[in-house]
């Protein structure tokens, strides 16, 4: 099972950090990822990470504004959210994989329940 959590209601230009919790399993044998979907939008990935944590993925609209992290001794992947746009306004998605990273949305097996995100003024 994975949990998310941290989402919320930021203004342009703010923060945020989205935590997801993993249970049942242990996330250090699993690739790992954020997807997003925004109203009348198909889901879409923002960042993912490969269980060695050597290789990172984002996508081009995030690139230099989040980042992504996991801690293995709380078993928790994270997305660290800066300079937050409108446009960035979705429900976040963390999934789970076991095997190599990718960017492909149905390559992930497990999924979270979602976490809004909201940036407006």
Excluded at 94 to 111: E, H, I, K, Q
Aim: hydrophobic fraction near 30%; proline fraction near 4%.
């Amino acid at each position: 099972q994975l949990v998310e959590s941290g989402g919320g209601l930021v203004q342009p230009g703010g923060s945020l950090r989205l935590s997801c919790a993993a249970s049942g399993f242990t996330l250090d044998y699993f690739a790992i990822g954020w997807f997003r979907q925004a109203p009348g939008k198909e889901r879409e990935g923002v960042s993912c990470i490969s269980s060695s944590d050597i290789t990172t993925y984002y996508s081009d609209s995030v690139k230099g504004r989040f980042t992504i992290s996991r801690d293995n001794a709380k078993n928790t992947l994270y997305l660290q959210m800066n300079s937050l746009k409108p446009e960035d306004t979705a429900v976040y998605y963390c999934a789970a994989r076991p095997g190599p990273v990718t960017t492909t949305r149905d390559d992930y097996a497990y999924w979270g329940q979602g976490t809004q995100v909201t940036v407006s003024s």
